[in-house]
T-cell receptor, first 117, second 112 residues
Framework: GAVVSQHPSRVICKSGTSVKIECRSL??????MFWYRQFPKQSLMLMAT?????????EQGVEKDKFLINHASLTLSTLTVTSAHPEDSSFYIC?????????????FGQGTRLTVV | GQQLNQSPQSMFIQEGEDVSMNCTSS?????WLWYKQDPGEGPVLLIA?????ELTSNGRLTAQFGITRKDSFLNISASIPSDVGIYFC????????????FGQGTRLTINP
């Protein structure tokens, strides 16, 4: 299947700093990428939908100025958590849709465990 | 928002047993997807379903798209230790819709 690579897998940062997470589709072009947040023992919560070359669409309640998303190419989307605080600590996961396969199939990255201290 | 009701929330079974889990909704779905997530990892796509009534297998896994388009089930036959994990159903509500709606997940634990 299609491969999505997410980096870093783990990051610890100090409160008030910013953290960038990268999501790359390795063997396909992804016009649409998605960013999720997952709390322990819970399902995935969609944060935003990212389309290449355009502004991301954020879900209700997600602060777009805090969670900056850039989808500058067909293979790369980035999520920047700005001025991170301990409550931002979570598991962040990206996914991408391969236009060559069924339109609904989305492939996920490995996830990034963010800890803000 | 729209929700998928996934059940059971957790299962504790013996190795070798068959497993069945399902997702239901009050809304009509155009696509059903089943994912498995291991601890600390992203979900991995297991099966994708696109047509009402469709029955698809992937090894020991079998999933079906309900005729009413409001439900789907996933069966795992002859469970093995590596089947342990969290299984999520997901779907799209409108044809061509970008967003996936996720179920709450089923946590599978297997006793050897």
């Amino acid at each position: 299947g299609a491969v999505v690579s997410q980096h870093p897998s783990r990051v610890i940062c100090k409160s008030g700093t910013s953290v960038k997470i990268e999501c790359r589709s390795l063997d396909f072009q992804a016009t649409t990428m998605f960013w999720y947040r997952q709390f322990p023992k819970q399902s995935l919560m969609l944060m935003a939908t990212s389309n290449e070359g355009s502004k991301a669409t954020y879900e209700q309640g997600v602060e777009k100025d805090k969670f900056l998303i850039n989808h500058a190419s067909l293979t790369l989307s980035t999520l920047t958590v700005t001025s991170a605080h301990p409550e931002d600590s979570s598991f962040y996961i990206c996914s991408a849709r391969d236009r060559r396969v069924g339109y609904a199939e989305a492939f996920f990255g490995q996830g990034t465990r963010l800890t803000v201290v | 928002g729209q929700q998928l009701n996934q059940s059971p929330q957790s299962m504790f079974i013996q190795e070798g047993e068959d497993v069945s889990m399902n997702c239901t909704s009050s809304s009509i779905f155009n696509t059903w997807l089943w994912y498995k997530q291991d601890p600390g990892e992203g979900p991995v796509l297991l099966i994708a379903l696109y047509k009402a009534g469709e029955l698809t297998s992937n090894g020991r896994l079998t999933a079906q798209f309900g005729i009413t388009r409001k439900d789907s089930f996933l069966n795992i036959s002859a469970s093995i230790p590596s089947d342990v994990g969290i299984y999520f159903c997901a779907g799209t509500l409108i044809q061509g819709a970008q967003k996936l709606v996720f179920g709450q997940g089923t946590r599978l634990t297997i006793n050897p």
